[in-house]
Structure formats: structure tokens, C-alpha cells
């Protein structure tokens, strides 16, 4: 697993936008695919982006698709996401983990590994 420090949260007003980072930590993320998840108070986790190893392919929840865009930068070690249009249900709790890339369950939290201890965001309306 590669350990993670995610950043960039805070508060933000409704159609605001905001840009998390995920900083991989003492390993690096090559080879592996990250993914981008959120909790709410009271609500499980929920799949919000992911993106394979060689930034080639991305996906998103049905809930973001259109507003948030992820991207890596492999030579800084980190990957970002992009969030636009922010609305009051985006609050929660973002984190960030990685998997070893074999193509699957890239939407799945159960699959990665490494999680960091998550960042805040708050969008107020």
C-alpha cells in the first residue's frame, strides 16, 4: 500500500469550487490506481472518482459526473480532483487511497488500501 496525505479542503459557498490533492508519502503511486471517495455524517462511503495508473482512464459517481474532474501528476507523486459547481450535498469527509492497478473494482472502497486520514470539505448554501 502506498500512504497518502490528502489536502485542499475547507469552505466553500454553493457553485464555489475547490481542488483536493493527494500526495503519495514515502512510496510511490506508480503502477497504482487512486481513487477518491466521501463520507458524510450518518451516510457510508461513497465512490466520487478514481483514475488508472497511467491517468488513461477515469471514472466517477453518478452524483459528480460533469462537475468534478480527477488527474494525476505523476511526477509530483499526486493526484488531484477538481470540483466545480459545488453543491450542499457535497459536504463530507474526502479521502483518497490506491490499489494496484489490475483494472478492477476501481469503484469499490473495499479494494484500496493506504487510506489517509481525509479532509474536510463544506459547501454552504
Known amino acids: 500500500q502506498v500512504p497518502v496525505v490528502e489536502s485542499g479542503g475547507g469552505l466553500v459557498q454553493a457553485g464555489g469550487s475547490l481542488r483536493l490533492s493527494c500526495a503519495a508519502s514515502?512510496?510511490?503511486?506508480?503502477?497504482?490506481?487512486v481513487g477518491w471517495f466521501r463520507q458524510a455524517p450518518g451516510k457510508e462511503r461513497e465512490f466520487v472518482a478514481a483514475?488508472?495508473?497511467?491517468?488513461?482512464?477515469?471514472f466517477y459517481g453518478d452524483s459528480v459526473k460533469g462537475r468534478f474532474t480527477i488527474s494525476r501528476d505523476s511526477a509530483k507523486d499526486t493526484v488531484y480532483l477538481q470540483m466545480n459547481s459545488l453543491k450542499p450535498e457535497d459536504t463530507a469527509v474526502y479521502y483518497c487511497?490506491?490499489?494496484?492497478?489490475?483494472?478492477?473494482?476501481?469503484?469499490?472502497?473495499?479494494?484500496?488500501?493506504?487510506w489517509g486520514q481525509g479532509t474536510q470539505v463544506t459547501v454552504s448554501s
Open positions: 487511497a490506491s490499489q494496484w492497478d489490475y483494472g478492477l473494482g476501481l469503484t469499490i472502497a473495499d479494494a484500496y488500501r493506504g
Open positions: 514515502g512510496r510511490t503511486f506508480e503502477k497504482y490506481a
Open positions: 483514475i488508472r495508473w497511467n491517468g488513461d482512464e477515469t
